[in-house]
């Protein structure tokens, strides 16, 4: 006789809840299987300290069986079937944050409330840097630890770490490793630079699916997305000129305004990619207008040498490209985390190295985060002169440098603001993530739209 134990309570019938009834009536017909005689079950709730018999009537166990099979033919389905609306299991379900049942809804105009509060995974995991050279990742008393000279440097719990990112010449053990594939924590090997040179994950994503429609997208072109992202890149671009310039910009906001537009309406890959360089050239022009006291000389470097990288030629290029390859780091552990392969983009081509699906999520965050990381440090003196090392031409931040913009990058990740679709208050750390399901979303066919994130 099978008996299973429950928290809670029965209905207020005092007959146990189809879900509990369920349970029983399968571990029955799996003990028959095996040759044992089984008549009844029983349910045992702790909360009401009572014993429910379920009797296995011939009706029973088929209602049970149905629903097996039922089940089977939804995980067979190639589409996902579509959430619930307001249920009252949603909000408490620990999957709620991955699923997004209130914005799926609200998207497809299925529900008329405003959405309910996010409820974020593990919001309290945060990436570990290490860019100390010689530094030694290591494992100690079941805790990560990072060592210089087996002298401890910092030490972290493993549920409090989102990702190990490790900058030059830095060693990881095979214990480190280890213990962060088996709590699926991504390990990234970044260039003293910052460049991304490399990641690991314990297994790969195991969303067939979600895959298989993301190749078919990279195959079509990008089926429209391509067009919204970049979109979204450009009026984020626009309002974070309206917000910092301390120019007359006029002219140029409202040609940003129109380009915007016109990608959305560009009908192939190559007039977006000419909407996109013009967009960009605009304004990159204007950005040393944002910049103001002690900063104003980057701008003016800036100003002569227009958007440069690999390697940047001056400070405020040397800046952008870090806070840029910090995003796509960041962007590459969200994708592989919802599912996606990260190489594989709807915008930018396919290349060897390339993680360009990273590199499409990015194209409305840059302003949103990479820019405004940049020119707060510029406008707080919290970056100077002598945070830049220049050799052969070419300019890199120093040691100190890069951990000063490391710490305002995650400062700005998490930063709160209002997600204009859903009205929400929710950090930016987590709208990378939200937006990355949504993506998912619009390939399996949940939803028809991509809805870029545009701050007002």
Known sequence: MPVDYKKGSPQPDGSPWPSDEVQVCLQALLLREHGYQCDHAELWYAETRQRVRVELTSERLSWAADL???????????????????????PR?????????????ALLSRREQPPRRLVPRDPDQRPVYVTEPGAFVGVRSGRLEVTLKKEKLASWRFLDVAQLAVFGRVQISTQALGECFAREIPVLWLSSGGWLQGFALGQPPKYVELRRQQTAAHAQGGAGLAQQMIAGKIMNCRTL?????????????????????QAREATNFSSLLGIEG???RMYF????????????????????????????LDPLNALLSFCYAMLTKDLVVVALGVGFDPYLGVYHRSRYGRPSLALDLAEEFRPLIADSVVIGLLNNGEITASDFIRRA??????ADGRRTVLKAYERRL???????????????????DVQARLLAAVLVGEVPEYIPMVTR
Do not use: W
Not at 94 to 103: I, K, R
Not at 245 to 258: D, I, V, W, Y
């Open 393 to 398: 031409g070419a300019v890199s931040l120093t």
């Open 93 to 105: 379900c620990s999957l709620v944050g991955l699923c997004l049942p209130d914005e799926t809804n």
């Open 241 to 261: 000129l309206r917000r910092n310039s301390r120019g007359e910009l006029s002219s140029t906001l409202a040609a940003l305004k129109r380009l915007a537009q």
């Open 414 to 432: 998490d930063t709160e603001i209002r997600h204009p679709v859903f009205g929400y208050r929710i950090s930016y750390r987590r709208v990378l």
């Open 278 to 280: 013009t967009a960009a």
């Open 285 to 312: 022009g204007a950005f040393p207008s944002m910049l103001v006291g002690g900063a104003e000389p980057f701008g003016a470097e800036f100003s002569q040498l227009g958007r440069n990288r690999r390697p940047p």
């Open 68 to 90: 097996v099979a039922d089940a089977r033919a939804v995980a067979d389905r190639a589409r996902p079937p579509l959430p619930l609306v307001d249920s009252p299991k949603c």
